[in-house]
């Protein structure tokens, strides 16, 4: 009985390649580790939880009922809602938690990273430091508390990523309570640089103590500027007033000390842009939710200019250069408004998910789902599609829309050249001259 089984199963994920990395025989190992399966049989199998969810979610539904008619449909048999209800327990979330970590672990195909590595020839690996914040519903404020709203206080969570641009994968997808903010956060990515990577961060995790660790490992880095970051001279240690410079020169790119107490050593630059963009912060900063912040007449004039930091030498990148690298990051932001509207990630814990376990479990669920689109499915269609159109570049949006709605037919594994011709048709960049799409941009910064 269980050769048979295993036959079948294999057998039945020939050639799928989201199917393929979702085997019974390494899930169930995964469940009886985390206590999923405590007995020899179930009534929901562990591998059937996982990909009924996925059916139910690609159908915009998260009920019990809808999940458990899934379940049915692939076990073959009917399944009550009590017995989903009863299995929402740590167990099961350690179980779930335990498959996307180890999902997270495995590497995309060789042959696609040698492609990419070539590219980025700069560096050994780019890698995008962010997160995006998921509202959840109010009664939920216990276990992941959030800001205070006219009074009340709201649930909020925060999915820390850490991306690989180079390999179009994820280094790890951390959930926390949105009381972490970025600074807290901004350690958790050492243990995953090596030498020779660029690490490109936002504001939020520009932590001095985190960077002067970059720079003891190898690792290069590009981050925006701390307004109240104080800089100085190298050879004289005074103090230098960015904005009277900058009147002066009307650009910087120099080395500096960084730091009243840390004294490091790093690259500044500071360049003008555009009058419109300037004046679209200076709006959004007039507007700042923090009605305590009162900003200074200096912090206004600096916000029409890009101020960086970095260790990158200037021999290998300009300052024009490093302000390019610097909007490869948008790449995630893209990234992250595909997982809230496409993917509906906020909208799929609704009021009536109350059971911490079955959240976090959906959560995690979601983003397994997530990360079969950006690094499993999408780079082996990105590869069918290129051997026949080499200049042809697909949107994230349409991608991850097209993943969704027909995640049934893709799992089926019946129409894999309908679905290239389909993606080729629907899921490309409107051609355009006025401006370049995301991946028209990160193809031309890296070669």
Known sequence: MKTNSSKRDKSQHK????????????????ARINKYIKRNSGKISPKNLIIGFMIMVSRSRNTYSDWVTEI????KKTISKQSLFERMNSDTENFVKAVVEKQLTEKVRPIEMKK?????RLFNNVMIDDSTMIH????LSEYYPGNVSRGKKKSQAKIHALYNLTENNFSFLHVHSFCNNDRRLSANILPYLQCGDLCIRDLGFAVLDVIGEF???????I????????????????????????????FIDREVLIGTKHQIKVRLIALPIPADKASERRRKAAKDRNRRINHSSEYYKLLGYSIFITNIQAVNCDSEKIVQLYRLRWRIEIIFKSWKSCFSLEKLIHRQCKNIHRVNCIIYLMLLFIHLFHVIWWNEYECQVKKLNKKIQFSIIKMANFFRQHFTEIISNNCKKQIIDLITINCAYDKRKSRENARQLQIKLVT
């Open 15 to 30: 050639g799928n390649i989201i199917l393929g990395k979702l085997t019974a025989k390494s899930i169930n190992k995964i």
């Open 72 to 75: 049915g449909l692939l076990e």
């Open 116 to 120: 990419v590595k070539r590219e980025l």
């Open 136 to 139: 959840l519903p109010d009664e």
């Open 215 to 221: 720079i003891k490992k190898g690792v290069k880095f």
């Open 223 to 250: 981050s925006r500027k701390l307004f109240g970051t104080k800089v100085y001279e190298i050879k004289s240690g005074t103090e230098i007033n960015i904005l009277k410079e900058l009147k002066k020169k009307g």
